[in-house]
């Protein structure tokens, strides 16, 4: 179990390989990180913890309001919109971590004028970031990295239009990083499913992962 304990001889009395497998205070140490391991609160405790908590929680984003309906330009490969940003109220179901809170979004929206890998003209490639911060939060959460009281997170979507400037429905995977007391940092995936303002259903799985990182020439 430990890598410097030595094989011992079965005919040496119970006790004596293991007192000089361990000199000094070894011993003293391996029944330290006994008392870590096993003592309430110590690291089984955090593990079954891990296990206890619901993986799985979503939000119902209502009133949604555009707060920066960005900027548009066209180059020679491709229009794009940076900044497209909207708020909504968020209504926890009974395992989400927070409640009720404020759901804020920026996006970036990028449209080929040529077919490129991945991409082909007339759809749109759209990412974004999001937060989603507990009407409680104190005011200090959101500079930090890693608060409970907000939820940081990264979206993508491939549509058939602009959401900054088109109707329509958007469904979307995300990610999320987030820190909760007793359980430390998590990340999980999962989707997005709603309209252009973001008015829907957010669905997270701390089991799961699906954001995929732009491919080597895929824009934005």
Known sequence: MIGFLRKTDPRRPAGEGLQSALPGKGLGLLLAFWVVVTMPGGLAAQEAGRGDAPSKFSWRLSDPLVVDPGQTATTEQGTMTTGYTVEAQALGDGAAPIKRGRFRITLNAFSPLQDRPGQ???SWQVTGTWTLTDVAAPPEAAKARYHPAVLRGTLRAKL????????????AQVEMATFRPGLGRQRGGGTFQG??????KLTIDLQASTFRRPSKGEMP
């Open 120 to 122: 082909e003209v007339g």
């Open 195 to 200: 309209d252009e303002l973001f008015a829907g």
């Open 160 to 171: 058939g239009f602009n959401p900054a400037t088109h109707a329509g429905p958007v469904k």
